[in-house]
């Protein structure tokens, strides 16, 4: 069984940064994928890690600013917010699968509560 606990969401000003911690136990997963749902939006992806060899993936809107990583004991994984704008605004959630990373919620298992990140102007 999976459990995943996210950590380190806020307030912050545009600019600003966060850095998300999401600490996973159980180890039936080969994927740690972060998402975000703003309000009154669909879940989307924001950045994936594959355990194996830790390739990772990004979407288009938060490359270069955001950053995902994992420690050494692979049982925490890090999102780091840079930059941030105020349509970062949401709540964050890990979620893992049992394959490599995709971009599609449906396809993870197991999720986070989630934590929240707000961006004022």
């Known amino acids: 069984q999976v459990q995943l606990v996210e950590s380190g969401g806020g307030l912050v000003q545009a600019g600003g940064s966060l850095r998300l911690s999401c600490a996973a136990s159980?180890?039936?997963?080969?994927?740690i994928g972060w998402f975000r749902q703003g309000p009154s939006k669909e879940r989307e992806f924001v950045a994936g890690?594959?355990?194996?060899?830790?390739?990772?993936y990004y979407a288009d809107g938060v490359k270069g600013r955001f950053t995902i990583s994992e420690n050494n004991a692979r049982n925490t994984v890090y999102l780091q917010l840079n930059t941030l704008e105020p349509t970062d605004t949401a709540v964050y959630y890990c979620?893992?699968?049992?394959?490599?990373?995709?971009?599609?919620?449906?396809?993870?298992?197991?999720w986070g509560q989630g934590t929240q990140v707000t961006v004022s102007a």
């Open positions: 159980g180890r039936t997963f080969k994927a």
């Open positions: 979620a893992a699968r049992p394959f490599i990373t995709t971009t599609t919620p449906i396809d993870y298992n197991y």
């Open positions: 890690i594959n355990w194996n060899d830790a390739r990772t």
